[in-house]
């Protein structure tokens, strides 16, 4: 490995293009990196004491052609993309700058910040046409945002933002703020050093890149995976690879923004899904042993297991908003809250896409899932076995007979772990107050209540979740539920059984339970429970008082429809 110190000028000065391999992140830069940059910049040019200013390193691969005398050497850059990018930006800005600053045109003529000879001699090799005209070549997105702003000073069309031209606007304002002479701005370019590492083919590519010591941002796990599968493939394959595969995940993922959150969330239930393990620590470490055990699938083929999976985990995501049997169930499950499920839903949606469990099957896998959790919610059963459990779940599906092995796993868990049974259920929702716990979980429990077996679906997001006895006691509540009536109302107020969806909370207030059903608003139309087009109400309307006796059997009522709805596999 050729390593030397080099002048930054010098470095960007020769007749070469320094190309991004198409694996490379997205230019990420942001605002304070950039403002950094120039601040130490400017303080190297007026400080008479200080001969440099380190930038770091900057690692390229020689392609072939740099030995040839009549060719523009070609560099592949394994490190320093984030600083010649944001430099290029800087040394554009400055050009633009000085035309700002310098009112004459014979003096602007004669700055060495003049536009027109800092593009000849940094930003384009002007004896050459297309892409090697540009010293640096980019990302595809940021190459075609980087070449729009070198030619035109725009965002290419299909473009709404990006860091490139953003970074540009950044460096030419804070200039433009500054007032300060253009000259000591180039005059601090020229006191920026980096060490200059040339590769040749024989070098370990892979192994420098993640060993070096660099400045700037943090290489991201989606950065060091995307590098390690396909650093090693031929440059035409890269490209093929990235475009047909690695380039729609990352816009299905997010990561057009340079926001690789998404993918880190993502890869890390892959990795679980497909190593049947709760992951810790740093699972680029863990994918690369996965990769190492897997070497007889080959690299495309892990990248289009990633890529299928990252198909998967979007449609698992947005199943709210998709068509189709199986979305419904997905989204019934998404509903639980419970996403540690997601390696064994990745798992089963994959399955199901290789042809190895059918749709039939899948939703049934799905209605457990769904039941197993929404009987723990319901219950208020704690939620430190998540773990534990999803994890068993994903390894069922590895069996044979996905079914039966999932219904077995329900039945063998621990008691801590368990599934409420029928009548566990009955037992804990009978004075659990559940609205007192969870209001939005009690709202999505009355609303399944409300909508069961109905075709034409109610929406009740408008509703509000009314006390049939009420939350504060009159006169007349006490009278009715007797001489017990402190001790009912707080042991049943905020369970199921006292619990009902209406849209007049404010016109039913207090009123006692008579008054309930036979409320009028104050145009004289009937709004109580004798006349409400809530389902879960009707049963009220033939009551005529509401006490302990009622509210407990109208809870066994719910409980038993809550029974058929997350049906106890057998």
Not at 306 to 317: A, D, E, M, T, V
Not at 366 to 372: F, K, Q, R, S, V
């Amino acid at each position: 490995m050729d390593a030397k110190k080099s002048e930054l000028t010098k470095f960007m000065s020769s007749e070469a293009q320094y190309y991004v391999p198409i694996y490379q992140r997205r230019y990420s830069w942001k605002k304070e990196h950039c403002l950094k940059l120039l601040l130490d910049i400017i303080k190297a040019s007026k400080d008479s004491n200080r001969p440099c200013h380190f930038l770091g390193s900057v690692i390229y691969l020689a392609k072939d052609n740099a030995q040839h005398a009549s060719a523009v050497k070609e560099y592949l850059v394994i490190d320093g993309q984030q600083r010649l990018t944001t430099l290029s930006l800087l040394l554009l800005a400055l050009g633009d700058y000085t035309r700002f600053f310098i009112k004459s045109d014979d003096e602007y003529g004669k700055s060495v910040t003049n536009l027109d000879k800092l593009m000849r001699k940094y930003l384009v090799n002007e004896d050459e046409s297309d892409d090697l005209y540009y010293k640096i070549r980019l990302n595809i997105e940021d190459f075609r945002a980087y070449k729009s702003l070198i030619n035109n000073r725009k965002l290419p069309d299909g473009v709404k933002t990006s860091k490139i031209y953003t970074n540009y606007s950044i460096l030419l304002a804070e200039m433009q703020n500054l007032k300060i002479a253009p000259q000591i701005i180039f005059d601090g370019i020229k006191k920026l050093l980096l060490v200059d590492i040339c590769l040749v083919p024989e070098d370990n590519a892979q192994l420098v890149f993640e060993t070096v010591n660099t400045t700037g941002m943090q290489l991201s796990t989606a950065d060091k995976i995307r590098n390690f599968l396909l650093m090693s493939m031929p440059p035409s394959r890269q490209t093929q690879l990235f475009n047909d595969y690695w380039h729609p995940m990352e816009e299905d993922l997010d990561m057009d923004s340079a926001d690789s959150k998404t993918f880190e969330e993502f890869f890390y239930y892959y990795m679980t899904s497909v190593t049947k393990k709760q992951i810790t620590g740093d699972y680029y470490e863990k994918f690369k042993d996965y990769y190492t055990e897997n070497s007889s699938l080959g690299t495309e083929e892990i990248i289009k297991q990633i890529r299928q999976y990252s198909k998967l985990f979007k449609r698992w995501r947005e199943a709210d908003k998709l068509p189709g049997r199986i979305e419904q169930a997905l989204s019934k499950v998404r509903a639980t809250g419970q996403f540690k499920t997601t390696p064994a839903i990745l798992k089963l949606l994959a399955d199901n896409e290789n042809g190895m469990i059918t749709d039939e099957d899948v939703i049934e896998v799905l209605t457990i899932m769904e039941a197993y959790w929404m009987r723990r919610k319901v219950c208020n059963l704690p939620t430190n076995t998540a773990g534990p459990v999803c994890l068993s779940m994903l390894k069922c599906l590895y069996e044979n007979n996905k079914i039966m092995a999932f219904k077995n796993n329900i039945k063998d868990l621990t008691w801590a772990q368990r599934m409420p049974e029928d009548r566990e259920m009955e037992n804990i929702l009978l004075k659990l107050p559940i609205y007192d716990i969870n209001s939005g979980t009690t709202k999505m429990i009355l609303d399944r209540l409300e909508n069961h077996k109905r075709k034409e679906y109610v929406p009740t997001v408008e509703y509000t979740i009314e006390h049939i006895m009420p939350q504060t006691l009159n006169q007349d509540w006490k009278t009715d539920l007797g001489i017990e009536a402190d001790i009912i109302h707080d042991i049943y107020l905020h369970t199921l059984g006292n619990l009902t969806l209406t849209g007049y909370n404010s016109e039913y207030q207090n009123k006692c339970f008579v008054e309930k059903k036979e409320c009028q608003d104050r145009e004289g139309n009937y709004i109580g429970y004798k006349h409400t087009p809530i389902k879960i109400s009707h049963s009220l309307a033939d009551l005529n008082q509401w006490n302990e006796a009622e509210i407990t059997k109208r809870c066994k009522s719910l409980v038993a429809i809550l029974n058929q709805i997350w049906k106890y596999p057998v």
